[in-house]
């Protein structure tokens, strides 16, 4: 199952290097994608320590066979930043180090991202750290809210609220629309922002040790419903049946009144659609409750490498207050919850619900993640679309749960 897994994801390349003798020389790879905010924390690394880090980056979709490949030919990187997905795949595969000890002797263990820490860990032991944070939220168009009689500064706190505003919004014009998602077959869109409609209210999709399919529930039957009402009423446009995530950020040509995004979307709207008033919530659960993805980034270490206590000081720099600092003023979310107030001093106040966020977010446990959810033609992505767009729901949920466990048990 891993070598599927390792098919389909990302690098980049970390090297640190000095010229002074003393100095490590480290490599670590990071996908592709991974934003400003870590490539200034290693500006910062370089400019105040010995030890150097080189940043190259690689496509997205390469890391995880690359990694692979390096690995078998003995040339692995020391480091990786590795979607969290993906963590305990290579744990269980062995190719990772034991950080356990090391770990949970940080001061500030605790207030780690406790999403990163649970993907990052294997059969009890820790292999992997949070090294950028990213959840969903929900954000609305205070001007189409105003435009619709509806109260600009009032966050939806129901689904019922969500539609019965989605109605009032597109009542506003041909081209306005009270809702978007991304629903062509794009799993990781949906796993992102529609997963945590039945989180919020206590169900799953996997169990909690990812060995069994628990897709077919009264909440997610509900969230179904609420997604197949908007469409049927016509409250989202219809490109979204057919969106393979190319334009997740729709909410972004102030045309939509309402949408599911990542926290990230805060920077990208503050800085490059000024224009666009918005509000930002925690994602509702559909029979109340709060919920969200955690996804981002886990710092691991190849198991064996030589450099393991100069990799260290790396990371423990991007967990200090300068190094969070840095990392937040380009757009990800503190990874520690016990400086994060302090480390958003200044910057845009919505980012605090991003880091709400976190506390109340889960990612789904599993070895098989690629095969399960990401992957276009998988049971999620093809669950999502047949059961929002097509006729059939319960031959919908049937395939997708019988499909599902399949997959889990082979890959046992």
């Known amino acids: 199952m891993i070598k599927r897994l390792l098919a389909a994801t990302s690098i980049i390349t970390l090297c640190l290097a000095s010229g002074a003798s003393a100095a490590e020389k480290i490599e670590m790879w990071v996908r592709s994608g991974i934003g400003e905010s870590f490539k200034k924390v ?7 320590h010995e030890n150097q880090v080189a940043m190259t980056e690689v ?6 066979q690359k990694y692979a490949t390096a690995i078998a030919g003995g040339q692995a990187p020391d480091a990786l930043s590795l979607d969290l997905i993906y963590t305990p795949a290579f744990a269980a595969a062995g190719q990772l180090e034991d950080l356990t000890d090391w770990a949970k002797a940080l001061p500030y263990f605790n207030s780690l991202s406790p999403s990163h820490v649970k993907l990052g860990t294997y059969q009890d032991r820790i292999y992997g750290l949070p090294l950028s944070v990213e959840t969903s939220i929900f954000a609305w168009n205070k001007d189409l809210y105003k435009k619709a009689g509806l109260d600009p500064e009032k966050a939806p706190t129901t689904w019922e609220e969500i539609e019965a505003n989605a109605e009032k919004i597109r009542a506003l014009g041909d081209d306005i629309y009270g809702f978007y998602f991304s629903g062509g077959g794009c799993g990781g869109c949906m796993i992102f922002t529609f997963t945590p409609l039945v989180w919020g209210s206590g169900a799953d999709i996997l169990s909690g040790d990812g060995k069994k399919a628990t897709l077919d529930t009264p909440e997610m039957r509900k969230a179904v419903d609420i997604y197949r009402s ?10 979204s049946a057919s969106d393979n995530g190319v334009n997740f950020l729709t909410f972004t040509n102030g045309k939509i009144g309402q949408q599911s995004l990542g926290a990230f979307a805060i920077g990208t709207l503050v800085t490059e659609n000024p224009d666009i008033n918005f509000g930002v919530t925690l994602i509702p659960g559909v029979n109340g ?4 993805f955690a996804g981002g980034d886990n710092f691991v270490i190849t198991r064996g490498t030589k450099k393991i206590d100069a990799v260290k000081e790396f990371l423990e720099y991007t967990y200090s207050m300068d190094g969070q600092k840095v990392m937040a003023k380009y757009g990800s979310l503190p990874t520690r919850g016990d400086i994060a107030d302090k480390v958003l001093e200044g910057l845009d106040p919505r980012m605090q619900v991003g880091i709400k966020a976190i506390e109340v977010a889960k990612t789904p446990y599993t070895l098989q993640f690629n095969d399960l959810i990401n992957s276009a033609n998988g049971p999620w992505a093809t669950f999502t679309n047949a059961a929002i767009y097509g006729d059939d729901v319960d031959g919908a949920f049937s395939n997708a749960q019988s499909e599902m466990q399949s997959i889990i048990d082979t890959g046992q």
């Open 289 to 292: 409750g709060t919920s969200s």
């Open 230 to 239: 908007m469409v049927k009423k016509d409250l989202v446009p219809a490109s």
């Open 42 to 48: 290693v500006e910062a690394y370089n400019a105040s």
């Open 59 to 64: 496509p997205f979709s390469e890391l995880v």
